[in-house]
Every structure is written in structure tokens, then in C-alpha cells.
């Protein structure tokens, strides 16, 4: 995925930013949700608070949905859109 992405014109920490995470863990682990929020909103901030769109594949689509729905409210749910 993330070299077909590339191929389309994403780069790489510009465009294209990778989160990844041991898939053998809890995807309700703390460490993990905290690290996505912070990566999250990295990313958020050097966009100047424009949309970000988030890619999942997998298991990290379910990463995904928790985080939403038990972080929510922990990282500015103005910038979210479900």
C-alpha cells in the first residue's frame, strides 16, 4: 500500500505519514492509543490544522476505531469527523 501511494505522488513524511504498531499487543493497550494520538496531532499541527484523511490496513483499522470511540474526547474533537 504504501509504495503505491508513493507512486501517486505521496511523500514520505510530507504527505504521507506511517504509524505503525505491534499487532501482537491489545489495541487497547494505553502506550498504544497515547502514541497515536501524539502522532495524530503531529501531523494535524505541521498540516496548520487542515484535514488529514487516516489510511488504515487490517488490524490497524481496528486500532483505528478504537481510538475513536475511546479517545475522543481526549484530543480535540473538533478536528475529528466520523
Request: proline share 1%; net charge positive; charged share 20%.
Amino acid at each position: 500500500m504504501i509504495t503505491e501511494m508513493i507512486k501517486w505522488g505521496y511523500q514520505e513524511g510530507k504527505t504521507l505519514f506511517i504509524i505503525g504498531y505491534d499487532f501482537r499487543q491489545s489495541n487497547r493497550l494505553q502506550e498504544t492509543m497515547s502514541h497515536f494520538a501524539e502522532k495524530l496531532e503531529a501531523v494535524y499541527t505541521a498540516f496548520g490544522g487542515k484535514r488529514i484523511n487516516l489510511i488504515s490496513h487490517s488490524m490497524g483499522e481496528i486500532l483505528v476505531k478504537c481510538f475513536m470511540f475511546l479517545l475522543l474526547l481526549q484530543i480535540q474533537p473538533c478536528h475529528l469527523r466520523i
